[in-house]
């Protein structure tokens, strides 16, 4: 099976600027997850798709949001770009259902300039 | 609030000897536990895991081990080799409609030296 993929690999934007990045899941996952790494915070949790609705949220701002289509493929959303948005954003899918385990695509290094 | 600690910011250890990356966690909810390797600018690539139900998990050279009462996760990797300088990421999830939702530690640095 072809593992999770995401798209861009990297993007530079600049401040008050949007972006969207996509994920596609390994075949058959109804779950992905989207995560921001930074040197700071580590990795943290933005949210949580299944079955086109989200079902988890982090703790970040209105301005970080998320879809998912029929297919199970998900985009995330960042609006009027700042600064400290310049991370790795990570996906992962996961078949989503019970205690299991996600696994993680390469991220988009984005940075805001 | 910090719910999974990795108070190691690095380890280093000589090619063949064991390697123990340790894992706190403070939230009793958690059911279920990951351990993930990541090289720079690349995603988490999966390890191991162990259910709350259990107190030990093997897969090859890795080993987890789950101390409840003392909130506790261990990795050990024996033998270790080189290919196995990494960040080492434990993480957790509680609940059966959370499973989407992983909360990371903050990472330890494995070295091991030929």
């Known amino acids: 099976k072809a593992g999770v993929t995401q798209t861009p690999r990297y993007l530079i934007k600049t401040r008050g600027q949007q972006v969207t990045l996509s994920c596609s899941p390994i075949?058959?996952?109804?779950?992905v997850s989207w995560y921001q790494q930074t040197p700071g915070q580590g990795l943290q949790f933005l949210f949580e798709?299944?079955?086109?609705?989200?079902?988890n949220k982090g703790n970040f701002p209105g301005r970080f949001s998320g879809r998912q289509f029929s297919n199970s493929r998900s985009e995330m959303n960042v609006s009027t770009l700042e600064l400290g948005d310049s991370a790795l954003y990570l996906c992962?899918?996961?078949?989503?259902?019970?205690?299991?385990?996600?696994?993680f695509g390469p991220g988009t290094r984005l940075l805001v300039l | 609030d910090q719910q999974v600690k990795q108070n190691s910011p690095s380890l280093s250890v000589q090619e063949g000897r064991i390697s123990i990356l340790n894992c706190d966690y403070t939230?009793?909810?958690?059911?279920?536990f990951l351990w993930y390797k990541k090289y720079p600018a690349e995603g988490p690539t999966f390890l191991i895991s162990?259910?709350?139900?259990?107190d030990k998990n093997e897969d090859g050279r890795f080993t987890v081990f789950l101390n409840k009462s003392a909130k506790h996760l261990s990795l050990h990797i024996v033998p270790s080799q080189p290919g196995d300088s990494a960040v080492y990421f434990c993480?957790?999830?509680?609940?059966?409609?959370?499973?989407?939702?992983?909360?990371f530690g903050q990472g330890t640095t494995l070295q091991v030296k030929p």
């Open positions: 162990i259910s709350s139900i259990k």
């Open positions: 075949s058959g996952h109804r779950s």
């Open positions: 993480a957790a999830s509680h609940g059966s409609g959370n499973t989407g939702k992983l909360i």
């Open positions: 939230n009793s909810m958690f059911d279920y």
């Open positions: 798709y299944f079955s086109e609705t989200q079902r």
């Open positions: 992962a899918s996961s078949v989503g259902q019970g205690l299991e385990t996600q696994y």
